[in-house]
């Protein structure tokens, strides 16, 4: 059985725990969790295709053994000390570490969406994200919406009136279709969204009439499950979203590896 620091060369190119999760050594523990948080996300078992099941597996194991350590202060003192992990190499096959993961993250319910999209809103996080939809999308609203969590086409003059001051200054590029976009596509736009709310709608009154059959039927259980299936396209919303900031976690690593490479090859 590989040793943690030869699995995480092996997985990682690193036999540094900190490189493991892209951080810092003076990484707070907030840093650290969050850190182990994105990348599991991009390497969790049941978010892989069925060919990169087994690495992911693997991979999966060690950056729960990563975040063990890094996360326990007297395990991080030791390692930082003494460059050893001070566990049992047979503990990365012997542990659950997917319960381990979600001993670490509590259950997104949809108070914390709901919470967590009013501090969004408005916020410098929300700015930073508009601002790099704007330049990757070229000025497309489309990519800007889809892009940007929480957004919709009756958030386009906000969206816009928060981008102007950027443009304004020179910051970000002047990109026409963005700033004389077609009315008809403006249009096409929101009779698509307009579209989508609607079948929403429609799904939610079947679910209503679900909820009434299913008291009379079948009592309070059936309508908790209502409620919950109801509640699941929001937690998936949300796990879109961790989903797409792990992505761009995992692209600026990437960019990192290459740059390391051709740094390589040319001495």
């Known amino acids: 059985m590989p040793s943690l620091l030869d699995s995480c060369e092996k997985f990682f190119d690193t036999r540094d725990l900190y490189a493991v999760l892209n951080i810092k050594k003076d990484a707070s523990d907030k840093q650290v ?21 087994l690495e992911a597996t693997e991979k999966f194991k060690v950056l729960g053994h990563v975040h063990s350590i890094l996360s326990d ?7 930082d000390e003494t460059g050893d992990c001070g566990e049992d190499s047979d503990e990365l096959s012997d542990r659950d570490w997917s319960d381990y993961w979600r001993s670490c993250f509590k259950e997104i319910t949809v108070k914390d969406i709901t919470d967590y999209e009013q ?3 408005g916020s410098a996080e929300e700015l930073q994200d508009l601002k790099n939809a704007y330049i990757h999308g070229k000025g497309s609203m489309d990519w800007i919406l889809e892009a940007v969590p929480f957004t919709n086409t009756e958030e386009e003059d906000r969206l816009r009136e928060r981008l102007k001051p950027l443009m304004d200054s020179g910051e970000i590029p002047v990109y026409k279709k963005f700033t004389n976009e077609n009315p008809k596509k403006v249009a096409a736009r929101k009779r698509r969204y307009e579209k989508e709310a609607k079948e929403a709608e429609e799904l939610a009154a079947e679910l209503e009439l679900d909820t009434k059959k299913s008291v009379e039927d079948d009592g309070e259980g ?6 919950k299936a109801r509640q699941g396209q ?10 797409r900031l792990a992505e761009k976690y995992m692209a600026k690593a990437s960019k990192g590896t290459k740059k390391k490479s051709s740094t390589k090859s040319k001495k």
């Open 33 to 53: 969790r969050k850190a182990y948080h994105k990348l599991s996300l991009v390497v969790h078992p049941d978010r892989v295709d069925e060919k990169k099941k």
């Open 73 to 79: 202060a007297d395990k991080r003192q030791i390692y």
């Open 119 to 121: 501090q969004y809103k």
């Open 222 to 227: 059936s309508l908790m499950a209502v409620i």
């Open 234 to 243: 929001r937690l998936q919303d949300s796990e879109n979203f961790l989903d």
